[in-house]
């Protein structure tokens, strides 16, 4: 039992990374600018499987502060991303 569940979570961090690597040429290769903050958005979802699966693999939970810490920053990063795209500014005066 113990080496399906390694194989199995081998072939997710293969098919994580594999993943991650075709969001950063989708990233590179789109020229409109939402394309490019989709896939960057959905790129934390596999990031975020994928240190799931290596702190499965090495039966740890130290890395689960590090996946909280990356979904905030992509959460955060969107929101000011979509911002700036609708109003063309990030933080609007109020004093005005």
């Not at 394309?35 to 240190?51: E, H, R, T, W, Y």
């Not at 130290?62 to 929101?79: D, E, F």
């Not at 063309?88 to 109020?94: C, L, M, N, Q, T």
Request: aromatic share 12%.
């Amino acid at each position: 039992m113990d080496k399906i569940m390694n194989f199995t979570i081998v072939l997710g961090i293969f098919a994580s990374i594999l993943m991650i690597l075709y969001l950063l040429v989708y990233i590179v290769k789109k020229p409109s600018i939402f394309d490019k903050l989709i896939a960057s958005d959905l790129l934390a979802m596999p990031l975020i499987c994928l240190i799931v699966l290596v702190s499965m693999y090495y039966k740890t939970f130290s890395y689960i502060s590090l996946i909280l810490i990356i979904a905030i920053i992509c959460l955060v990063g969107t929101v000011v991303t979509a911002r700036f795209l609708a109003k063309k500014e990030v933080f609007s005066d109020d004093s005005k």
